[in-house]
């Protein structure tokens, strides 16, 4: 076997005011110009701080983008638009904007600093970017943020459905490593231990605690990062996407209003391990113990969205071998959604 190089964030700060040392950490860096990339409604008060601790530390900001579409083609934009200058990018709040930041830097192939405001799902340390292209959602290659600024306490005060959805990606590590190993058992596909172990242990960190507090926030958001490095180690996505993330990715394009991706997931994470016949009572009971269940009922799917999904969701993806690819789920996974207690209204006609 070859070796295999692979970069990790060398910074990682998670902690209560990690906003506030932002400067701190890229002067540390010796990076004196950087372009800022923030998400579009960021609130002002974060910016503002943000702003400030660059510019206590002498910190010129070459270019100030707000991103309000997440695509390639408005990241070609931002990438023509920076100076010669800049020696990093930063992304600032949600998945658009530290996707765009991220295959800007990339494009660039310039350092990229990950500063999410909140946990909705593990995109803000993973190797690659979902952008649109021409309208058509993709998964770009990208590398790793060199560092990660995660401040506790900001990413606690975010609205409850982003803190639901960032646990919903994470528990769909249980089904997405089962269907890695099935792959390997049915065609061969290589399965790298380590990341598999890795993804795994990201899981069980994160139920010994699975509360919303200052500590519960610090343990998902290392639980995320450590997921995206399981990714870079093995190449793929393997260790945090499986068939959970296909039935997602189908209702992306057929559903009338999307969820968040992690809502969607979590839900796909709890019927894939059912019919896998593993871990399904423990993904239940820690999504039931976080309040995912009732913010799902807050605002339930549509059934004949989730069966158009679920039997599109084998094709979404080509060569690419999960539970779903074994045999028709369809009327097994449809009698689940309307029997199975713990999905008592988060369905609706």
């Not at 660059?54 to 010129?60: K, W």
């Not at 296909?246 to 992690?262: F, K």
Request: contains cysteine; aromatic residues 6%; charged residues 20%.
């Amino acid at each position: 076997m070859s070796a295999q190089t692979i970069s990790v964030p060398a910074l990682v700060r998670m902690k209560p005011k990690a906003l506030d040392r932002l400067g701190i950490y890229l002067s540390r860096a010796k990076h004196t110009h950087i372009a800022l990339m923030q998400s579009s409604g960021l609130n002002q008060e974060l910016v503002e701080r943000a702003l400030a601790s660059l510019a206590s530390e002498g910190i010129a900001i070459d270019a100030h983008e707000v991103v309000e579409d997440a695509s390639f083609e408005q990241s070609a934009r931002h990438l023509a638009r920076l100076s010669r200058e800049t020696q990093a990018v930063v992304g600032l709040g949600g998945g658009k904007a530290l996707d765009t930041a991220k295959y800007v830097a990339f494009l660039a192939n310039l350092p990229y600093y990950a500063v999410p405001t909140s946990l909705s799902n593990d995109g803000f340390c993973s190797p690659q970017s979902s952008l649109t292209l021409a309208g058509k959602r993709k998964s770009l290659a990208a590398r790793l943020p060199v560092g990660v600024v995660l401040d506790t306490e900001v990413c606690l005060q975010a609205p409850l459905p982003l803190w639901l959805s960032g646990v919903g990606d994470l528990v769909a590590k249980v089904t997405a490593v089962f269907d890695w190993k099935l792959s390997f058992h049915a065609q061969g596909e290589p399965v790298n231990d380590l990341a598999a172990l890795l993804s795994d242990a990201t899981v069980r960190q994160f139920m010994a605690h699975p509360t919303r507090d200052d500590e519960g926030v610090r343990l998902l958001g290392t639980s995320l990062l450590l997921n995206g490095i399981a990714m870079e180690i093995s190449g793929t996505s393997r260790p945090a996407s499986g068939s959970e993330h296909l039935i997602s990715h189908a209702l992306d394009q057929i559903s009338e209003r999307p969820r968040l991706h992690g809502l969607q997931v979590g839900v796909a994470t709890y019927l894939m391990a059912r019919v896998q016949g593993q871990r399904a009572e423990e993904v239940g009971q820690v999504l039931k113990q976080t309040g995912f269940w009732e913010g799902v009922r807050a605002d339930p799917f549509r059934k004949t969205e989730w069966g158009e999904a679920i039997r599109m969701a084998p094709s979404m993806k080509q060569n690419f071998f999960t539970v779903l690819s074994e045999r028709d789920r369809s009327a097994e996974l449809e009698w689940l959604i309307e029997q199975d207690p713990l999905l008592a209204g988060c369905f609706v006609a």
